[in-house]
């Protein structure tokens, strides 16, 4: 059975940080591409960071480029999205996908706020 749990959301003021964990079962991990998507409220959903199944490829979305840093462990089944530099507009859910080729959808976790507030 195939689960992502995506851990580490929350409350955090501006200009904080954050890091999200996304914790993969049922499936060859390591010869997935793995992605955190977000979806903020009444926005449509959009691709945060992608992450080869390697680690030799990464791709950032340009909202956050700079801020963010995706990375994985493989030997722990586990892709990480380390937030810096958080702003109000960056308040959505955040989602893991892991998917057979990067640009390709697949699984989806069910989730993690974050909120950035004051």
């Known amino acids: 059975q195939v689960q992502l749990v995506e851990s580490g959301g929350g409350l955090v003021q501006p200009g904080g940080s954050l890091r999200l964990s996304c914790a993969a079962s049922?499936?060859?991990?390591?010869?997935?591409?793995m992605s955190w998507y977000r979806r903020a409220p009444g926005k449509e959903r959009e691709l945060v960071a992608n992450?080869?199944?390697?680690?030799?490829?990464?791709n950032y979305a340009d909202s956050m480029k700079g801020r963010v840093t995706i990375s994985r462990d493989n030997a722990k089944n586990t892709v990480f999205l380390q937030m810096n530099s958080l702003k109000p507009e960056d308040t959505a859910v955040y989602y893991c996908?892991?998917?057979?080729?990067?640009?390709?959808?697949?699984?989806w976790g069910q989730g993690t706020q974050v909120t950035v507030s004051s």
């Open positions: 049922g499936f060859s991990f390591s010869s997935y591409a």
């Open positions: 996908n892991a998917a057979r080729q990067l640009g390709w959808l697949g699984y």
């Open positions: 992450i080869g199944s390697a680690g030799g490829i990464r």
